[in-house]
């Protein structure tokens, strides 16, 4: 047994069933024992998971393309932050941007300064390590409440971040049309799943029971017609994020005039509740096998939900962003890669890049999957 399961084990222990939101934190978390705080090395072929980055440089460089355009739109002309990026791993994405930049935009890169949040001091040790060629450009903040990123004008993004913040998983009890929320609880050397008792909501997803605060279950997310509910099957889990709502709120917050972009993972609300769709979009990932097993091996898998982006889409609208963009991957990039053609600085579509461009934006590679939300202030 691990540290990190000893931790878990205290701390579910002393509550008698922790909630699985609290579980997923730790699992990912955790100082020093984490998956992300242990794991530099999780991404590419030898890891657990491919992501747009590890495809190669093609990815950051048609993020830097467009970025460069969304920074002539705003004709932002002074030494304010201009990019923010969250969620920056080990800061391959953020080398790869910059590196182009440098290239071919001399002038703004000059004058541009790249701002990464991380909260994980040993996280920026990686990314301190992997930028130190554009060390003088980078500047690190540990929250979007730092006093150096209030008042932002420019661009804030994230590639594969929101994905990862703990969810809320809640089944649904037939019998008693109510939602409860799953939990996690010891049996022995083992984690199980448990029913958290103080959690039951109803269906129309009023205030019920000893929390009195339902606002994030089920109902209040999804739009469940009442003939559905009544043949949803008993056990049925869905899942809910209001740390990733949340976090998107604070970076709408500090965004004066940019724009806000993710791309991820994820589906609509409508989407994500589908009849298939029995036990939700929580998996867990190790040397790029998917298990449905989400309590075993703490710390040494991936556990990731496929985001709602309707609940993302409107916690930013309700903070006064407007909606630009919402598709899927091949079609930012497709759009991106039909402005470079007609800018010879950006180079020709090689061999390489091609084949890049063609995992990038595959249906049955990384072109479904993930879509892009693109909103502004």
Known sequence: MNILSQIIRAEAAAGGVLPFARFMELALYCPVHGYYETQKDNVGRGGDFMTSVSTGKLFGELLAFQFVGWLEELRITNCELQIVEAGAHDGKLAADILNWL?????????????????????????????????????????????????????????????????????????????????????????????????????????????????????????HFPSSLLEVLPDGYTVETSPAAENWWREAAGILERGKLLAIDYGLTADEQFSPTRTNGTLRAYFRHHVSDDLLADVGEQDLTAHVNFSSIQKAGEEVGLKTEMFSTQAKFLTQILEKTLRDKTFGELNSSRTRQFQTLTHPEHLGRAFRVLVQSR
């Open 102 to 222: 440098r290239l071919n935009r001399p002038e703004l890169f000059t004058r541009l300064e790249y701002g990464i949040v991380e909260p994980s001091a040993r996280r920026q040790e990686w990314q301190r390590e992997m930028l130190k060629p554009f060390a003088p450009r980078i500047r690190w903040f540990s929250r979007f409440n730092d006093p150096m990123v209030q008042r932002f004008k420019g661009i804030i993004f994230s590639n594969e971040l929101l994905d990862a913040f703990p969810v809320h998983r809640y089944g649904w009890d037939a019998k008693n049309k109510r939602w409860f929320e799953w939990g996690v609880a010891v049996d022995g050397k083992k984690f199980t799943w448990a029913r958290m008792a103080d959690t039951l909501a109803p269906a129309n997803g009023e205030r019920d029971g000893v929390r009195g605060a339902f606002k994030n279950s089920p109902s209040s997310i999804f």
